[in-house]
């Protein structure tokens, strides 16, 4: 009877230190512990220090910060299109703590224009929450004789294969944004690729080129000073920001160009986690201090559900995939 009491004994305690074990490995589970999050959260942006997506970016950490009792880190990690950072992503841990601020280019587009690609733009990642549009403007050189988009192509179908546009290289939204105006409007122009946004907006400034569709946060200061005149925007319809500028939609019905930044994870992410975070990122986009911000740059703060989000994503990967398809744009013409 003594070895049986001891058997049980030893059981019985073999059994205490598998609950207690088990219950430390619970507290060091930050779900089982009903926290999020219990350490620094990473937001990885993929691409270099100062554009539109890393301001957003830093210009939100610290409420978040506030609000969720953490910093959150900003890392840029730029390279390959975007490419480079959202594949570090794509392969982290989906506890949370790595983050993606992604765009349109990352994940509706590059899938189509890289022959081979790290990762899949919608189904490797979690969508949270859409974050922003940026204000995507046509804007042309003062030499250029027209102020409204159908007198620019009525120019530019007189001057068939002599008007050029600037883009920051082949495959960027900025060439997308180009050559389906130009197929839509049943005009031929030259393609001149430049190596970044910024020589491309400098290029147009100096009538090296004549045409350039890009961000507002690269156009609008030389649209102010008279060195880049605006014709439209390319969003389907017009901006809150600046209401009294026309779609080129209004010209060329159909026409559409939404620039997009959002917030991902990777993939299988638990749905509390995505939730939550989409509750509070939200919540910081809404601050008058963020709106303001963003708004003084052509970034105009939206608030999406984690499914509309998710449903925005595939829509858009679809939709772009059939249009650089058929205009026959790859990575490999830079």
Known sequence: MANASGL?????????????????????SPRAQGHFPNRPVTIIVPWAPGGSTDILARVIA???RQSM????????????????????????????????????????????LFSTMPFD????????????FVLNTMVVHPSVPANTVAEFIAYARASPGKVTYASAGA????????????RMAGIDMVH??????APAVLATVAGQTQLLFSAGTQTLG??????????????????????DVPTVAETLPGYEMAVWYGALGPKDMPRDLVVRLNAEINRALMLPEVRDRMADIGVEVVNETPDAFAGRLRADATKWGKVIHELGITMADA
């Open 192 to 197: 001149v690729p430049y190596r970044g946004g």
């Open 121 to 132: 733009g919608v189904d490797d990642f979690s969508p949270i929450s859409l974050l922003a």
């Open 69 to 112: 009792g953490q910093p959150f880190v900003v890392e840029n990690r730029s390279g390959a299109s975007g490419n480079i950072g959202s594949s570090v992503v794509a392969r982290a841990v989906p506890d949370g703590y790595t983050l993606l601020f992604g765009s349109m280019s990352t994940h509706a587009m590059n899938g189509a």
């Open 8 to 28: 049980t004994r030893r059981t019985a305690l073999s059994a205490a230190l598998g609950s207690a074990a088990g219950a430390v490995a619970a507290t060091r």
């Open 171 to 182: 495959g960027s939204t900025n060439h997308l944004c180009a050559a389906m105006f130009a």
């Open 62 to 64: 610290e409420p978040l």
């Open 222 to 243: 030389h649209v102010q000073a008279g060195r880049l005149r605006l014709l439209g925007v390319t969003e389907a319809r017009r901006s809150r920001l600046m209401p």
